[in-house]
């Protein structure tokens, strides 16, 4: 049986700080993917964001490291057995210490998958491959507070066009991190007698991943 969720005890998390780069000199194609890493210090159960040239699969992807070594850590949870070929990257851990107690709901739009017409004149049916994905975005309803740490850090991210990695940890465990562009104004907004809030937006750049604990 699936485990129904609610948006209630939802705790969301902003990226406030990224470690020092540390260079990628390869990564396997296997379930999951094993980075190479001379010297990065990650440990095991923290969060990376990576970039990676030829494996485009992984760019700006953020991952959770495991069964890690002095030179080497599993990409939790992503098989990249068919992913393109790693050429060069990076790594970075995450913080994750900006938390958020003001949204009061959001939504998501975008993930849609293009398909490539492919028909020719010999064709009696159409024939299509698939395409890319359209950027995905969470649109955030926020209680407007300008002294709220949260909004302050969206706020400064908006300002310099800055990527941000985000972590939603339900109630029940389960856990989805991404990496994005911010948008926030801190505009207040609302009408009369009602309550004061202000719209922000994460565009994702790169895929989602997703843990069960």
Known sequence: MPSPKIWSNVQVAMQSVLATADTITGITKANPGV???????????????????GMSQLDQRVVRA???????????????????????????VITFGTTFGTIKSLSGSGG?????????????????????????????????????????????????KAKRAFKFTFSDGQIMVFNGYVGASLLPTGSAQDLVT???????YGTPTYYAS
């Open 35 to 53: 980075v190479t890493s001379t010297g990065h210090g990650i440990l095991d159960g923290e969060y990376v964001v990576l970039t990676s040239v």
């Open 66 to 92: 495991a069964n890690v070594t002095a030179n080497t850590f599993e990409l939790e949870g992503v098989d990249t057995t068919n992913f393109d070929t790693f050429t060069s990257g990076s790594c970075q």
């Open 112 to 160: 849609d998958f293009s398909f490539v017409d492919t028909t020719t004149i010999h064709d009696s049916v159409a024939t299509q491959i698939p395409g890319i994905a359209s950027a995905s975005t969470y649109s955030f309803d926020n209680i407007w507070d300008v002294a709220d740490a949260g909004l302050i850090a969206m706020k400064a991210a908006s300002d310099t």
């Open 198 to 204: 202000t719209s922000s937006v994460v565009t994702m």
